[in-house]
């Protein structure tokens, strides 16, 4: 289980680990407890990276719940998920794959708890809000760091949204979502997604948000979409906006 796990500071109390370009997680640092953000793969012990940065207590909080968020969790005793991908990220830690190495290596997953939108996270002197964003998973969440004013979106906001899988919601609830969030505008300036090496701009948020009202609101869009050929099938993939970032889809989801 060798290393993968590359530490960037970004801020005095935020800390991105980029899981070998894979997946990324963060930790926030406050001043009486320690927050890990996505856990990522799982393939080295993020547990033992975060020791390295802090002795803290820590509490692990999970984005979604896909497998390149969550894995990592058997490195800790326990972690928080929107009750809404309790489903999901049973069928991930289902995956064979993943089951026989826990197997192998005498790991399980730790149980999950609930978080639910409108809780407050407080680390001391670093505070966060949990946002339910229903889109890419039904249960995904964004958590809002006050003081810095910075949004974690997970897999929810970034610049390649995959919207195709199964259980994505619709491009138009998506859009009715990310309408609500908008107020974030005034408390954020910036975003950390859960496969960034860097911040973007809290401007991805409205971005986004017009990338699907495009997509919603031109038919013809959809012919024009080139394909998207990826594990699951062949969808489509709608390039919107200054930075031609993209909304994948399936056509019949709008
Ligand atoms: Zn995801
Ligand atoms: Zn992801």
């Not at 619709?170 to 505008?185: G, P, Q, R």
Request: net charge negative; charged share 25%.
């Amino acid at each position: 289980m060798g290393k993968r796990i590359h530490v960037k500071k970004l801020g005095e109390r935020i800390y991105l680990m980029d899981d070998a370009g894979e997946a990324t997680g963060y930790l926030v640092v406050g001043e009486e407890k320690a927050l890990v953000i996505d856990t990522m793969i799982g393939w080295e012990d993020v547990n033992e990276v975060v020791k390295g940065i802090t002795t803290l207590p820590i509490m692990v909080v999970n984005t979604h719940g896909h497998c390149d968020h969550i894995y990592g969790n058997v490195y800790f005793e326990e972690a928080y998920l929107h009750p809404d991908d309790f489903e999901l990220a049973q069928e991930h830690s289902n995956f064979p794959e993943f089951a026989d190495l826990c197997n192998k290596y005498g790991m399980k997953m730790p149980p999950f708890k609930p978080i639910l939108d409108g809780e407050v996270i407080d680390l001391g002197g670093a505070t966060l809000d949990v946002i339910h964003l229903p889109g890419h998973t039904k249960g995904g969440i964004c958590l809002l760091y006050r003081e810095e004013r910075v949004l974690f979106t997970g897999d929810g906001i970034n610049c390649h949204i995959w919207m195709q899988l199964e259980e994505s919601l619709t491009i138009s609830e998506l859009a009715d979502n990310l309408e609500k969030l908008m107020y974030v505008k005034e408390k954020a300036d910036k975003i950390l997604h859960g496969h960034a090496q860097d911040y973007e701009d809290i401007s991805l948020l409205t971005e986004l948000y017009l990338g699907a009202k495009e997509l919603i609101e031109c038919p013809e869009c959809i012919e024009q979409d080139e394909d998207y050929i990826w594990f699951g099938g062949v969808d489509k993939k709608h390039i919107y906006g200054p930075k031609k970032n993209a909304i994948c889809y399936k056509v019949g989801k709008i």
